[in-house]
């Protein structure tokens, strides 16, 4: 077998021509979405409501495997991809592991993660629906600056809920979206209904993921023209983001290397989603036996310690009730949590995959994430993002298991982004002032409190 580069590349050509949709290959579907008011399955006309056409369309599709990428969105695709397909070998080096590891790295770009990959094809549907803008909200800042990006591209006007703590915290994200012309604004806030009244019940609040959603829907509904878009959770981001392991695929087969197991960062599922997709796909079918592995934050820890029930997307109860690992939609993440990943819930075809056995999950504390970055920054020079090293904590353990049985496994990790705009939790980690904190089962449990009734 040919030697194998320190990077794969591929050519423009070989971008995917189609998206992946794992679910028309899975036996049991995810189960569908649920109006909260009837409990009867969201039509498509509801969704339109809130959300552009054809992204339902895609959102509903549970039969197409493959879903054209229209030439426009691969243009878009162009400036950036594909993107790398990296053999680790100084890492595994460093831990001096028989196991050979590979990432997948999408933090190619301004917006520094995956999230651009899923921005420009939906801000290219609403620009052909005729859309004149599109609200949002964004936590750590990557989906609001790719949003941002793809707005500028397709010239759409978008407004940009900020979680507020997350604004104060990173003022440069806030300056990017800025450049692009987004209108950025702390949530909570004073132009929402919902804003107000959580601003009256909790003064002083750092916000929350769950609360800039649903200020961000308010405001879509109330402006003409206007939709709502999001970066992660729902089934049309995780198919747009199977770019990623379409590409890691198509890479690593010319090498004629299949993983053993695969591992990804699980905030909203999208990027993990993306990543095992194809992979899944003939796993589902019998044709490997791949270990797929999600890893989250032991603060947050919607698949390691949730449940698999019905609940809303947002704090303010206004998106439809999905079947999936959740914390509660009252759920908040512990305010010294740096390291992103702080959604209650997850995708609900990555929690029914996991439900049926075809996936496992872990959770670490934040310092073992932070050490395992720093360990990879120092020797494959790339500063990852807390998200990613997530991931890289969890394929350096599989890699030392390796060392003890002397196993040669095939891991594939992705890489979801760089790390730039999180020096501030770097250097709280460099300065020993990062606590970890597991929540107690009564933590839990107030969020657990606010499931919905429905059963
Ligand atoms: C948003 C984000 C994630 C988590 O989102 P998923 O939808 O779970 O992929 C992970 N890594 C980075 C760098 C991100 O920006």
């Known amino acids: ?106 933090g190619n770009n301004t917006s520094g993660s995956h999230k651009l990959n899923s921005a420009a094809a939906q801000i290219y549907y609403a620009k052909k629906q005729g859309l004149t803008s599109v609200t949002t909200e964004t936590g750590a800042g990557q989906w609001g600056t790719a949003l941002s990006m793809a707005c500028a591209y397709y010239g759409l006007d978008l407004t940009v809920y900020m979680v507020k703590g997350s604004a104060e915290l990173k003022p440069h994200r806030k300056a990017v979206m800025q450049t692009y012309g987004a209108d950025v604004i702390h949530s909570p806030s004073d132009t929402t209904e919902v804003g107000r009244k959580i601003l009256e019940q909790f003064p002083g609040t750092s916000g929350s993921l769950g609360c800039a959603i649903s200020e961000a829907i308010e405001t879509a509904l109330k402006t003409p023209n206007c939709k709502y878009v999001l970066g992660s959770v729902l089934n049309h981001v995780l198919m747009h983001q199977s770019i990623i392991g379409l590409e890691a695929k198509t890479a690593l087969d010319k090498y004629g290397v299949q993983p053993d197991i695969v591992i990804g960062c699980a905030g909203g599922g999208s990027n993990l989603g993306g990543l095992i997709s194809p992979y899944m796909a003939d ?41 999936m690992y959740t914390l509660g ?57 807390p998200e990613s090293s997530h991931a890289i904590r969890a394929a350096i353990d599989e890699a030392l298991k390796c060392k003890e049985t002397g196993e040669t496994k095939t891991i594939l990790f992705g890489l979801t982004g760089t790390g730039y705009f999180d020096m501030t939790a770097y250097t709280n980690f460099l300065n020993k002032n990062m606590g970890d904190y597991i929540p107690t089962d009564d933590d839990l449990k107030k969020g657990y409190d606010s499931l919905p009734k429905i059963q």
């Open 329 to 385: 939609h009252g759920f908040i993440p512990a305010s010294n949590h740096a390291g992103g990943l702080r959604y209650h819930g997850m995708n609900t075809t990555l929690s029914k995959l996991y439900h049926d056995g075809y996936m496992t999950a872990k959770s670490y504390v934040q310092t073992d994430i932070f050490d395992a970055a720093v360990q990879f920054a120092r020797c494959e020079g790339t500063l990852p993002a």
């Open 1 to 106: 077998m040919a030697e194998i580069p320190y990077k794969i590349y591929l050519s423009e050509n070989e971008i995917p021509h189609a998206w992946h949709n794992v679910r028309a290959v899975m036996k049991d579907k995810p189960e569908p979405f649920l109006n909260p008011e009837t409990f009867k399955p969201s039509t498509r006309d509801e969704l339109c409501n809130v959300f552009c056409e054809e992204l339902v369309d895609q959102e509903l599709n549970v039969t197409d495997e493959y879903i054209e990428i229209p030439e426009e969105i691969r243009s878009f695709y162009k400036m950036y991809r594909p993107a790398p397909i990296v053999r680790a070998y100084n890492l595994e080096k460093l831990l001096d592991t028989p196991a050979h590891i590979y990432y997948k790295f999408e």
């Open 283 to 323: 796993k589902i079918r019998g044709k490997n036996d791949i270990e797929f592995i999600a890893v989250e934050p032991a603060s947050c820890p919607s698949l390691t310690r949730g449940f698999y029930e019905f609940d809303y997307g947002d704090t303010g109860r206004t998106t439809p009730l999905m079947k």
